[in-house]
C-alpha cells in the first residue's frame, strides 16, 4: 500500500508539473505578462523566461513519472522557487494571478489572488517531503538516464542482430 502511495504521489506530482507546463507553452507571451507583474525579470529576459521555465516543468515532470534521478530535485527547486516569488507578491499585495496554470487557470477567476497558489505549492512541498522520506525508508533509487540509454541501445542491437 504505501509504495503505491509513492507511485501515485509521484505521478500526480509529474502530470501537475507536465500540464502546467504545457498550458504556459500554449501562450508563453501571457506567461511572461504575469512574470512582468513581479517585477523581478529585465524585460529582455520576460519571453525567453516564459518559455524555458515550463519547458524545465515538462521534462521534470515526464522525469518524475518514470522516477528519473534528480527530476524530483528539479520540481523540489521549482516549487521552493514558486513559494519564494508567491510569498514575495503577498508581501507587496500583488493582485494578480500566480500564472501557475496558464491563462485558462480556473482557479484565477475563482480566487483571483496568490494565496491560494502559495498554499497549493506548500501542500505539494508536503508531498515532496514524503517522496523523500520514502526514498530513505524504502531504500528506492530513481534510475539514472544513463541506464535508459543504455536500455535503448541494447534493444535497437538485438533487434539489428536478429534481423
Do not use: Q
Not at 519547458?55 to 520540481?75: P, T
Not at 523540489?76 to 496558464?102: K, S
Amino acid at each position: 500500500m504505501l509504495v503505491w502511495s509513492y507511485r501515485c504521489l509521484r505521478w500526480m506530482l509529474g502530470i501537475t508539473f507536465i500540464y502546467s507546463g504545457v498550458t504556459k507553452l500554449l501562450a508563453p507571451e501571457t506567461f511572461a505578462v504575469l512574470i512582468e507583474a513581479f517585477g523581478l525579470v529585465p524585460e529582455a529576459l520576460l519571453l525567453p523566461a516564459a518559455v524555458i521555465l515550463p519547458v524545465v516543468e515538462v521534462v521534470a515532470g515526464a522525469g518524475l513519472l518514470v522516477d528519473l534521478r534528480g527530476s524530483l530535485a528539479v520540481i523540489t527547486g521549482l516549487l521552493l522557487l514558486f513559494v519564494a516569488l508567491l510569498g514575495y507578491g503577498i508581501h507587496l499585495g500583488l493582485d494578480v494571478d500566480c500564472g501557475c496554470f496558464g491563462p485558462e487557470d480556473p482557479e484565477a477567476d475563482a480566487f483571483h489572488g496568490l494565496k491560494w497558489g502559495l498554499y497549493r505549492d506548500l501542500a505539494m512541498l508536503a508531498a515532496i517531503a514524503y517522496l523523500y522520506a520514502w526514498r530513505i525508508y524504502d531504500r528506492v533509487t530513481p534510475i539514472r538516464v544513463t541506464w535508459l540509454i543504455n536500455k535503448r541501445l541494447t534493444y535497437l542491437n538485438f533487434r539489428d542482430w536478429h534481423e
